[in-house]
């Protein structure tokens, strides 16, 4: 049973140019969550999805961030226009869900915006 | 709103001496704690959780962390440090009583374990 799947591992971008990461969870999981790790801070959660639906996006900026975990296939975090503050390592974690489920993350993906 | 202090961001120790990280979490309801490590480009592995019942937790690779409500604590330990266990540790805190959070994690800004020979 694989882990959860983050690709790519690097990302650089140029400021102005979207981003897109890509998280497959863990076979059976249907609970998705994304955070992000800024330099010397510990991890903000971003946004919460199920399958088709977005949970709670209260960590989410308000413009140019979206994710989406559609029926079939990895959920996905997209920036558009990145900028140099949206630098950091962004991790995918899953659960199959219900209270005090246990969740697993993935290894991240490092953006490195130019 | 839920909040998580590491105090010390650097703890060195020597191999075989004890180690302690400290966590304190502010929450208005009693909540979910953990400790997760983070090794080197990885992503992070959880070590052990409280939810209810026992107070003290036992965890993988010999941590242990013991919950204390009246100090609103839950530091990590280690009888005997071990080289392999140089990584970065985070305690993270939860809300179980609100729907669809209990996996939402708020985290404290990380303690880095070095340890030497």
């Known amino acids: 049973n694989a882990g959860v799947m983050q690709n790519p591992r690097h990302l650089v971008r140029r400021r102005g140019q979207e981003a897109r990461l890509r998280c497959s969870p863990m076979?059976?999981?249907?609970?998705v969550y994304w955070y992000r790790q800024l330099p010397e801070e510990g991890l903000k959660f971003m946004v919460y999805?199920?399958?088709?639906?977005?949970?709670?996006e209260s960590g989410m900026p308000k413009e140019r961030f979206s994710a989406e975990f559609p029926k079939e296939g990895p959920s996905i975090l997209r920036i558009q226009q990145v900028v140099r503050g949206d630098s950091a390592a962004y991790f995918c974690?899953?659960?199959?869900?219900?209270?005090?489920?246990?969740?697993?993350f993935g290894s991240g993906t490092q953006l490195s915006v130019l | 709103a839920q909040s998580v202090t590491q105090l010390g961001s650097h703890v060195s120790v020597s191999e075989g001496a004890l180690v302690l990280l400290r966590c304190n979490y502010s929450?208005?309801?009693?909540?979910?704690l953990f400790w997760y490590v983070q090794y080197p480009n990885q992503g992070l592995q959880l070590l052990l959780k409280?939810?209810?019942?026992?107070?003290l937790v036992k965890g993988i690779n010999g941590f242990e962390a013991e919950f204390k409500k009246s100090e609103t604590s839950f530091h990590l330990t280690k009888p005997s440090a071990h080289m392999s266990d140089a990584a970065e540790y985070f305690c993270?805190?939860?809300?179980?009583?609100?729907?669809?959070?209990?996996?939402?994690?708020?985290f404290g800004t990380g303690t880095r374990l070095q340890v030497t020979l």
């Open positions: 076979k059976g999981h249907s609970h």
């Open positions: 999805l199920q399958k088709e639906n977005i949970i709670d």
């Open positions: 409280y939810t209810t019942g026992a107070t």
């Open positions: 993270a805190v939860s809300d179980p009583f609100r729907a669809g959070t209990a996996s939402k994690l708020t």
């Open positions: 974690a899953s659960s199959p869900g219900g209270i005090n489920e246990k969740l697993f």
């Open positions: 929450s208005s309801v009693p909540p979910y």
